[in-house]
C-alpha cells in the first residue's frame, strides 16, 4: 500500500517510507561493497540508479517501485547524489531490528536522510547531496537464453573455494541440455580443486529458468564476482541471466521493494 499526501508532505521535495527496514539496510551493504558514489533518481513512480563500479567492468541497476511502499510522496523527478559508504557507515548499526524507515529530501537542503524507527528510539543520519555526472551507461535490452537460480550464500562460498586456489579469473558456464553450471578457476595447478559443477537434475538447489538449448561460456574477473555474491545479505536466492557475447547478469530481489542488478562484461580468451 502506497500514499501520496502532498498536503502532509509540502516541506520535502522527497518523503518516502517502509516498515523493510533492515531490507533498505542490506540493500546499501551490497551497494557497498561495489559502488562508491552514485546517482539515484526519484520518481512520482520509482526509483532507479544506474552505477559502475571504480574499474567500470561492473555495472549496477536499482530499481523500486512505489507500489511496495507504505508512503511515497515525490513531487516532481528529483536526482540525489550520494556517497554509498558513507551512508552506509551511519546506518549500518541502527537498520538492525528496527520497524520503519524514511528516506527524506527538504526542499532548498542539501542533504539527504535516512531514519530508522522503533518504539524506542529514532536514528537518524544525513549525508550530503553530491553533484555527479550521470554515468555513459548502456544497459542492453536482449532476451537472454539462459537462466539459472541458486541459493546467493552458495554463490558467495563457490567465489571463496575458487579464490582459495589462487586465481584471479573464473570461467562461469552453463549448458541447458545437460542443465549443468559450472565455475571453474582459471590457470591454477591443482586440476583437483579447480571447478565446481552444478547438475539440475541432482542438486534442487539449482533452477533452470530456460528450457532451450544453449550453451554459455565466459571468464570473468574472481575479485568482481566476489564482491557481488556479497548481495547475498540481501536475497535469499540469486538469478543469474547468461548471453554469449553480453554481459553476464547478476540478480538480487530486495524484499518484494524491487531489485538489484549487476552487469559484468567477460574479459576476452586471449587473457589466458
Known sequence: MSTNNSNSHDEYSIYIETVQAPIIGKLFEALNAN????????????????????????ECLLRLEKSNFETWYVENTFMVGINVPILFKLIKDSIKAK???????????????????????????????????????????????????????????????????????????????????????????????????????????????SNKNSIFSGIFT????????????????????????HPIVFQFDCGNLGSLKFFLYSKDEDVL
Open 99 to 209: 520497524n520503519t524507515l524514511t528516506m527524506y529530501v527538504r526542499k532548498n537542503d542539501q542533504k539527504f536522510y535516512v531514519r530508522v524507527n522503533n518504539e524506542n528510539s529514532c536514528d537518524c543520519s544525513g549525508v550530503p547531496l553530491l553533484q555527479l555526472n550521470p554515468p555513459d551507461i548502456h544497459i542492453p535490452n536482449i532476451e537472454y537464453q539462459t537462466m539459472v537460480s541458486l541459493p546467493s550464500h552458495s554463490f558467495l562460498q563457490y567465489c571463496k573455494t575458487c579464490g582459495s586456489t589462487g586465481t584471479e579469473l573464473i570461467r562461469i558456464s552453463a549448458n541447458n541440455e545437460l542443465q549443468q553450471f559450472t565455475i571453474e578457476s582459471i590457470g591454477v595447478s591443482n586440476p583437483a580443486s579447480k571447478q565446481i559443477t552444478l547438475s539440475g537434475a541432482r542438486d534442487t538447489n539449482l533452477i533452470f529458468r
Open 35 to 58: 559502488v562508491g558514489s552514485i546517482n539515484i533518481w526519484f520518481t512520482p513512480q520509482h526509483l532507479t540508479s544506474i552505477s559502475t563500479d571504480a574499474s567500470q567492468s561492473c
Open 222 to 245: 574472481l575479485r568482481l564476482c566476489h564482491n557481488i555474491a556479497k548481495s547475498c545479505v540481501m536475497s535469499e536466492h540469486v538469478h543469474i541471466y547468461m548471453e554469449n557475447n
